[in-house]
């Protein structure tokens, strides 16, 4: 038994041929600001992986305002662990300016990890 419900569509004529009326978004809010990393990467996500998933949140108008949740929690979830990482993970106080560029990348590099596997790839 499928658990995704049949959805029932309304078409439109053009010059003879029925289009779909199908919208990205129900809230004009997420059509307009640009959907950011995350959410672009879960957008693609959606579109290779999760196809079933990726077709329902289109024809029910929620696909932008899943990938612009996703991408604000993403980066809400980033910004936190990078924090949590420097902080426990401290930088010394006479390292150089490269020293440092090198902490915080990794900083970064373990949050998009965690984030991408908990989030974006979920």
């Known amino acids: ?31 307009e600001r640009p959907l950011g990393k995350y959410g672009g990467m879960r957008l693609k996500y959606l579109k290779e992986h999760k196809v079933y998933m990726y077709r329902e949140l289109l024809v029910n108008g929620e696909l ?12 809400e979830m980033a910004i936190l662990i990078e ?11 006479n390292c150089g300016f490269m020293d440092r560029v090198v902490y915080y990348n990794i900083a970064r590099g373990v949050a998009e990890e965690v984030v991408l596997s908990e989030i974006v790839y979920r």
């Open 64 to 75: 932008m305002e899943h990938c612009h949740r996703v991408n604000d929690e993403a980066n």
């Open 1 to 31: 038994m499928s658990k995704f419900k049949p959805v029932e569509l309304e078409y439109e004529e053009v010059d003879g041929i029925l289009y779909p009326k199908i919208q990205i978004s129900n809230d004009v809010k997420y059509d």
């Open 83 to 93: 924090e949590q990482y420097l902080k426990k993970n401290s930088i010394p106080e």
